[in-house]
């Protein structure tokens, strides 16, 4: 035999010989991984594939298909006022709690961090919201907007201005919703903000000082660059978690007054399990989860570029 035969053969062997390994290494990388893909399969993707094949077809009063009629579910939804005026309270919904909770638990981080004496007692108020729950805190705005032993009106009755009707009134209903969403949010993105703070270097403030640089332009000029990251992190959790908002709607106006807070979350739930229209109810989930991965790539396409990483 050869020199140049015997190499051949030689490199077949240990080509086979990697083939094996990498075949073994998958093996035992899938038996670890297969706990997890378990629990996705079943909780994750099986009911994507679920609401997806529901969507396609007319479903009886047992959520079973009865009749095919493909994307008959989705134009009906776009066709529909109804959807629409929900769809447009959702926005709004969201246009409402996105700026002023990332506003106001900035403010609070900002605050938090100046170095007085007691200000950890402060940081555990601001961020105790985190330990209450939704139905909780629905529970307690639905005593502040009582029309005559609410909290809010006694306010307005102070100043001389008359009472509203807050979850009643359609003009007001949503932004009522608004409110305790935004004070359920704060405490997570209060304590994620100050942890990005205390991670600033403090040499950029001193140098900032030096040259003269007052409070304001060194909130703009280096807290706001520098906890862009986190500030753009807390974004695209906030939109994602409004777009879902649910229990505090369901507990305090029913989508009321006139839909003015049926949003599209509460919308899928009286399809499904009021009106039992589970196809219709799987179209709006499947719009949803559409338009929920559209926004946040968006976000990522525009929103990152201003992202200041050290």
Request: proline residues 4%.
């Given at each position: 035999m050869s020199r140049g035969t015997s190499r051949t053969s030689g490199l077949k062997r240990i080509g086979r010989r990697s083939n094996n390994t990498s075949i073994k290494d998958f093996g035992s990388a899938m038996l670890y991984l297969f706990p997890a893909l378990l629990i996705f399969s079943v909780f994750i993707f099986y009911p994507i594939v679920r609401t997806v094949y529901l969507s396609l077809f007319l479903t009886d009063r047992q959520r079973n298909p009865v009749e095919f009629i493909g994307l008959q579910n989705y134009i009906d939804m776009f066709l529909s006022e109804d959807f629409l005026s929900t769809l447009t309270a959702t926005?709004?919904?969201?246009?409402?709690?996105?700026?002023?909770?990332?506003?106001?638990?900035?403010?609070?981080?900002?605050?938090?961090?100046?170095?007085?004496?007691?200000?950890?007692?402060?940081?555990?108020?601001?961020?105790?919201?985190l330990g209450v729950s939704v139905a909780a805190?629905?529970?307690?705005?639905?005593?502040?907007?009582?029309?005559?032993?609410?909290?809010?009106?006694?306010?307005?009755?102070?100043?001389?201005?008359?009472?509203?009707?807050?979850?009643i009134d359609p003009d007001w209903a949503l932004f009522a919703i608004a409110i305790p969403t935004v004070w359920i949010h704060i405490g997570f993105n209060f304590i994620v903000l100050t942890g990005g703070l205390q991670n600033i270097p403090k040499e950029l403030y001193e140098s900032a000082q030096i040259d003269g640089a007052g409070w304001w332009r060194q909130l703009l000029n280096i807290?706001?660059?520098?906890?862009?990251?986190?500030?753009?992190?807390?974004?695209i959790i906030l939109v994602i978690g409004s777009f879902q908002s649910f229990a505090q709607i369901d507990l305090l106006t029913g989508g009321g007054p006139s839909g003015a807070t049926n949003l599209i979350v509460y919308s899928i739930y009286q399809d499904a399990f009021v009106r039992y229209n589970v196809g219709s109810a799987s179209a709006q989930a499947i719009f949803l989860f559409v338009l929920i991965i559209l926004?946040?790539?968006?976000?990522?396409?525009f929103g990152e570029k201003r992202v200041h990483y050290q």
């Open positions: 926005f709004l919904f969201v246009l409402y709690i996105v700026p002023a909770t990332i506003f106001i638990s900035l403010f609070l981080a900002v605050l938090a961090h100046v170095n007085l004496k007691g200000i950890k007692f402060y940081k555990v108020i601001y961020s105790s919201t805190s629905a529970m307690i705005f639905r005593y502040f907007y009582h029309p005559d032993l609410g909290l809010f009106n006694k306010i307005l009755s102070f100043f001389n201005i008359g009472k509203i009707e807050w979850l807290t706001i660059p520098q906890l862009s990251p986190i500030l753009f992190f807390v974004t926004i946040t790539l968006l976000q990522f396409k």
